[in-house]
């Protein structure tokens, strides 16, 4: 088909501005996207990411090895290893969890009777070596980052035989 | 078929004796059934298959209706009943699930978690806890309680769960008990203990020890099975592993010759507990401490990892090529130069059945060698084997079930509970439930005391002449059966003491109390005669089982029911399988046919005639394997020097032992757990038991060990494991027994008693309570209960030598002398003293010599 004058003006003049209309009216508008690495984006309220380990109040840590979020855990990714500390107490000696089996589906956090795991906003888990990826208590037992504005309500925060 | 906890259904009645039973018909939950009057509701809807939760309830104990979770609903009774009490009637008719029953048990339950702390993450017994599976199913989820919990805190020091030491093994929390009491109920009624308590009442109960005292009872292990919650828990598990982590594999135990069946939990890692595995032809569900604690050796940190090879005078890691290859080389030479009669070989007691077979093709196949033995802890070994008397006590075919039918027991020199646990359990079932009469002959005191009717003490060395006596009162008082007068009289000629007054002088008991016997075991129908360990470790044991022979035509028992019952895991296993220098005719010719080929012929020496050789150099190369004379044979001294003297010494042993020490070669063992296989116990049967877990890299099985010196010896025994194992199973199957002869009699002759005017006290070694053997010393379990050796001294002794408990003594024979704690026994009283020899830190065997037994002098140390 041959291409008339009107073709012309028609694909140049009028529908060039149209398309650079839209360009243009995006350069004045706040970008849908972040500068990642620099900013970074709120997570929503029940977003999971990284496990956090949690403490009670007077600093001893909540979790005593029950085993049931290793019981829940649909990937197998959880292995600990209780013992007995010097009140007789337990508590766990070894928690890993291997962020590459990990789903993060969150089970648990929910099967936790102790409210001692739970799984925060976190999601930077790149690493050069699978090694890496196991976390252990010291990795997860940390303060997280949003501590005065907690994940996750705990609703016992003392110790369930405090004298 | 399966009961609750997965245990066989077992209905508790009296028919359990072989009597017959009546019969009553009952309805439940619309189905009709029929059992033995006598029959619980229980039982009855279990037998249907009808789960009734319970938490007091045990097949084994008596019931009592303490937990009242099991209510049913009886037509006719105004309210619910407790199934585990009520009786079954003709005709009653019962509903198990009706909305009435299930609130009432949902009413139950929330009385129990009134005071029930809810610590389940933290309790070892979450995951088989019986509150926690019943309130799961019947959805307890929401408290009413508005005031707080009652907590009993005994220990101050811990504040987080309340948790008592009450025993060397077990913890006790108050908290989570629901007061079913069958803790109590076990030890009162099965171990016959009455170290564990119920105090205070109501709310108020506690479950404690008796004041000032331990749970530390030989059987306390079970009560922490039984426990329904995790009131009482224990060491060995305490926050290991979450049961349902743990893999489970059915074992045995591997330490005394009972048998009893055991479940080995573990994962890649560790073996973490062993529990029970009910058979109520052996143990009945009630295993003793030694099998509950007793496999921690295998997960010792002190195992040999790699073989050991001496040179210059030092043993130096080497690889196992290295080592088999020396082996082959040495065995090969001294084989070539002086002949395959120069070799020789013993074995362990507790290692497998198809071990014990393929040791015994290796030698007597292979190397052409009858030096053969696994008999390591017993003196007078005399020629090269038993006499026919013992020999045909010692393979009787006895059952251990069948105690229960016996009208009188005669146990004679056994410490039972220290032998026997199972049996001994077993016997206090035959006395509790079916009244048997129960009659004791000891050099000391024992535990069985409170069952017997009488005990008899014979004074130490006097076995032969109790028995004769025993003959004496019989031929007397005319209470033999089967023979006539002349025969009898005869008899009593073959008997020395030549009366009965000079055998009971000799023994030290009196002659009533003999007759007495005499009369009782006569006039039973069915009685038994068991010996054990005392009576196998005399110094005269085969003059001692003629007796028993004898004793045994006299009154007419029954083939079964005279035995001398063996000592260690597999002893019965290695004696089927021809572990010794001479063998019975039939197995000859069974082994003739399995290798298609002939015997040697050369005589074979047993243990003591291996050491004497090897001490006139006669024997050069000895291959040991999973066993430690050097501290468990008697005279210490001798065995060292027959050990050194030899040209070349292999030992294989999962430990470094006193015997491995003087090894050219010690080559790492694997364990029981290590591999799979089979015991043959005390009755003769044969029980296979599974491999738990890998040995590490560096360790090899008996099995491995001896194909690949074959191998590299260039001889091979062309069986693979499975063939083995069919192999051995044929063998032990067609094992026969020669059966006892009615109207044979041998002589009974009291051997002289020698005359020990320096050394006044009798010493008797043997396993401490707690111990087994020369492994247990590595199970910290164990250790808790019996942690060092000691002398046991009994309180009379002990006044008139001015010791005190603790106090150090010395004790010297004429072969060694020792320095150990003392402790005062609670059963001793004459002039016996007791050291046990499992502890590798005293060499208690060399103050026992091999003809005489221990005599000993004792001193109180000064206190410097």
């Not at chain 2, 010792?300 to 990892?305: N, T």
């Not at chain 2, 091979?716 to 693979?720: F, G, Q, T, V």
């Given at each position: 088909m041959l291409k008339t004058f009107w073709d012309i003006i028609k694909t140049t003049v009028i529908a060039l501005p149209i398309g650079l209309y839209t360009t243009f009216k995006h350069v004045f508008k706040k970008p849908v996207?972040?500068?990642?690495p620099k900013a970074k984006s709120e997570m929503m309220p029940r977003y999971r990411g990284l496990h956090y380990l949690e403490r009670y109040d007077d600093g001893t840590e909540r979790c005593v090895c029950c085993g049931l979020c290793a019981a829940a855990c649909p990937a197998d990714a959880i292995y600990m290893e209780p013992d007995e500390n010097e009140k007789g107490e337990r508590f766990a000696k070894v928690y890993e969890i291997n962020m590459i089996r990990c789903i993060f589906c969150g089970f648990c956090e929910e099967a936790c009777p102790e409210e001692a795991i739970f799984l925060g906003h976190e999601f930077e888990l790149a690493n050069d070596n699978r090694d890496g990826f196991i976390y252990s208590k010291d990795d997860m037992l940390v303060e997280h980052p949003r501590k005065d504005r907690p994940y996750k309500t705990i609703y016992r925060r003392t110790r369930r035989h405090s004298m | 078929m399966q009961g609750r906890n997965g245990l066989p259904v077992c209905v508790k009645n009296m028919s359990d004796n072989g009597k017959e039973k009546e019969q009553v018909t009952l309805t439940i939950d619309g189905k009709e059934i029929s059992v033995d009057k006598g029959t619980t509701v229980l039982d009855a809807a279990t037998l249907m298959g009808i789960h009734i939760p319970t938490f007091c309830w045990h097949p084994k104990l008596d019931s009592i209706g303490a937990c009242r979770m099991c209510l049913v609903d009886v037509e006719k009774f105004p309210k619910p009943a407790v199934a585990c009490a009520t009786e079954a009637m003709p005709g009653m008719i019962v509903r198990t699930d009706t909305d009435e029953i299930v609130k009432a048990r949902r009413g139950v339950l929330e009385f129990m978690l009134l005071n029930h702390p809810l610590d389940c993450p933290t309790c070892d017994k979450g995951g088989e806890c019986d509150l926690q599976d019943n309130v799961f199913h019947y959805g307890i989820d929401k408290s009413r309680q508005a005031f707080t919990r009652r907590r009993v805190i005994d220990d101050q020091t811990t504040d987080a769960f309340d948790d008592k030491r009450i025993g060397p093994e077990i913890i006790r929390n108050m908290n989570r008990c629901v007061t079913c009491y069958k803790c109590i109920r076990f030890n009162k009624e099965i171990a016959g203990e009455y170290d564990l308590g119920a105090y205070e009442r109501g709310n108020h109960t506690v479950i404690d020890a008796a004041p000032g005292e331990q749970i530390d009872n030989f059987y306390s292990g079970n009560v922490v099975e039984i426990c329904p919650v995790g009131a009482l828990t224990n060491t060995d598990w305490r926050y290991k592993i979450r049961n349902w982590k743990a893999k489970q594999t059915l074992s045995l135990c591997s330490h005394d010759a009972d048998g009893q069946n055991i479940m080995l939990w573990h994962d890649q890692r560790q073996l973490w507990r062993a529990t029970s595995r009910r058979n109520d032809d052996i143990d009945d569900g009630w295993i003793c401490n030694i099998a509950r604690y007793g496999y921690q050796y295998i997960n010792?940190?002190?195992?040999?990892?790699t073989p050991l090879i001496k040179k210059e005078g030092k043993q130096v890691p080497a690889s196992w090529d290295e080592a088999i290859s020396l082996i082959s080389k040495r065995f090969k030479e001294i084989k070539d130069s002086k002949g395959s009669v120069c070799l020789a070989g013993l074995i362990g007691g507790n290692q497998s059945v198809e071990t014990a077979y393929l040791f015994n093709k290796f030698f007597r196949n292979k190397l052409h060698t009858n030096n053969l033995d696994y008999r390591l802890e017993y003196i007078d070994l005399k020629g090269s084997d038993e006499t026919e008397a013992y020999n045909c006590l010692y393979r009787a075919p006895f059952t251990i079930a069948d105690l229960e039918q016996a009208d009188v027991v005669f146990v004679f020199g056994s410490n039972f509970i220290k032998d026997h646990p199972a049996i001994n359990l077993r016997l206090r079932k035959a006395y509790r439930k079916f009244g048997t009469k129960v009659y004791t002959a000891n050099p000391v005191e024992t535990k069985s005391a409170d069952i017997s009717l009488d005990e008899m003490i014979y004074s130490p060395d006097t076995e032969t002449a109790f028995i004769a006596g025993l003959i004496h009162a019989i031929i007397d008082n005319k209470y033999y059966k089967n023979i006539d007068e002349t025969k009898a009289a005869e008899v009593k000629t073959m008997l020395a003491p030549a009366t009965l007054d000079e055998a009971a002088r000799l023994c030290g008991i009196e002659q009533e109390r003999i007759v007495n016997l005499a009369k009782v075991l006569s006039e039973a129908n069915n009685p038994y005669i068991l010996a054990g360990d005392y009576f196998v470790a005399s110094a005269k044991r085969h003059r001692t089982a003629n007796g028993m022979y004898d004793l045994a035509n006299l009154l007419g028992i029954k083939d079964s029911n005279a035995i001398i019952l063996a000592s260690q895991a597999n002893s019965m296993g290695a004696d089927r399988v021809g572990v010794r220098p001479r063998l019975t005719e039939n197995l000859k010719k069974t082994l003739i046919d399995k290798w298609g080929e002939e015997l040697p012929e050369s005589p074979g020496s047993n243990t003591s005639q291996i050491l004497n050789n090897s001490l006139d150099e006669e024997i050069d190369g000895l291959f040991i394997l999973g066993a430690n004379p050097a501290m468990r044979y008697p005279d210490g001294p001798f065995v060292n020097s027959a050990l050194d003297k030899l040209d070349f010494l292999v030992v294989a042993d999962l430990f470094e032992t006193a015997t491995s020490a003087k090894a050219d070669v010690v080559l790492p063992l694997a364990g029981w757990a290590e591999q799979s296989g089979a015991y043959v116990n005390v009755e003769g049967r044969y029980q296979k038991f599974e491999k738990a877990q890998d040995a590490d890299k560096g360790i090899k099985s008996g099995i491995e060990i001896i194909h690949s010196i074959a191998r590299a010896m260039d001889l091979?025994?062309?069986?693979?494991n499975a063939a083995l194992m069919h192999e051995t199973k044929d063998i032990v199957d067609a094992f026969e027994r020669e059966a006892r002869d009615e109207a044979k009699f041998f002589e009974v002759k009291q051997a002289q008693i020698p005359e020990h005017d320096n050394y006044p006290y009798r010493l008797l070694v043997g396993n401490d309570i707690h111990h087994f053997g020369y492994v247990t010393e590595h199970c910290p379990s164990l250790m808790r209960f019996t942690p060092e050796p000691y002398l046991e001294i009994s309180p009379n002794l002990a006044e008139k030598l001015g010791i005190d408990e603790e106090t150090l003594v010395r004790i010297e024979s004429t072969t060694g002398k020792l320095v150990l704690k003392a402790r005062f026994s609670e059963y001793f009283e004459g002039d016996v003293l007791f050291i046990p020899?499992?502890?590798?830190?005293?060499?208690?065997?060399?103050?026992?010599?091999?003809?005489?037994?221990g005599w000993v002098k004792i001193e109180k140390l000064d206190d410097k």
């Open positions: 996207t972040k500068k990642y | 010792s940190p002190d195992r040999l990892k091979s025994l062309n069986l693979d020899n499992n502890f590798s830190a005293t060499e208690v065997t060399g103050l026992v010599s091999r003809e005489g037994g």
